[in-house]
């Protein structure tokens, strides 16, 4: 039973415009969330995360957006640029990423066209 | 400040091998994970390590898998005798404990069994 769902595995989109990736969980005990991106061969780096005391974050490009009652967060990337090209996974922990598990969906690869 | 350090990159072996993985992580981070990543899976939690104790190892196949980090710094991860269904990239990932929520990986072993 997946916990953390991103129902697109590939998104597209031309350089400039805005990149929505986004994410639904199902387990109402999660209080933190994080995206992560991941380019070939590499580990996953962190991107930015968001406390379900917020309903929003900003971090220059990236701004990502919870909607508790929907069990949903986006994150949204703008102005796209094609080194976002990755594939990005949602992740939710209860308690923090030091004292919880950090539960992955299966990601969401990005594509940016020049 | 340098990254976690993740060794070897690539193994092939057949089944029922064994193979053993190494990670050491940043410098001063107290809490280490290990997470296996199956083709077209976000990664899932194996082991939590904080300093040399095991915090979680509630997914780790233990007739199989094991996991230590005898001085609280590197961690080895085992596994013996493997399937065919362990070809996957083992990440490790460090992160500083108390309210630190970023996990910071390593590239990851890619294991292939045949």
């Known amino acids: 039973d997946q916990q953390v769902k991103q129902n697109s595995p590939s998104l597209s989109v031309q350089e400039g415009r805005i990149s929505i990736l986004n994410c639904d969980y199902t387990?109402?005990?999660?209080?933190?969330f994080l995206w992560y991106k991941k380019y070939p061969a590499e580990g996953p780096t962190f991107l930015i995360s968001?406390?379900?005391?917020?309903d929003k974050n900003e971090d220059g490009r990236f701004t990502v957006f919870l909607n508790k009652s929907a069990k949903h967060l986006s994150l949204h990337i703008v102005p796209s640029q094609p080194g976002d090209s990755a594939v990005y996974f949602c992740a939710a922990s209860v308690g923090g990423g030091s004292q919880g598990n950090l539960i992955f969906g299966k990601g969401t690869k990005l594509s940016v066209k020049p | 400040e340098a990254g976690v350090a993740q060794s070897p990159r690539y193994k092939i072996i057949e089944k029922r091998q064994s193979v053993a993985f190494w990670c050491n992580p940043i410098s001063g981070h107290a809490t280490l994970y290990w997470y296996q990543q199956i083709l077209g899976q976000g990664p899932k939690l194996l082991i939590q390590?904080?300093?040399?104790?095991?915090?979680?190892d509630s997914q780790l196949p233990k007739d199989r898998f094991s996991a230590e980090r005898l001085k609280g710094v590197d961690s080895t991860l085992k596994i013996q005798p493997a399937k065919l269904e362990d070809s996957a990239v083992y990440l490790c990932?460090?992160?500083?404990?108390?309210?630190?929520?970023?996990?910071?990986f390593g590239p990851g072993t890619r294991l292939l069994v045949l």
């Open positions: 387990n109402s005990m999660f209080d933190y």
């Open positions: 968001i406390s379900s005391i917020k």
């Open positions: 390590f904080q300093n040399n104790g095991v915090v979680d």
């Open positions: 990932a460090s992160s500083f404990y108390a309210l630190e929520e970023t996990q910071y």
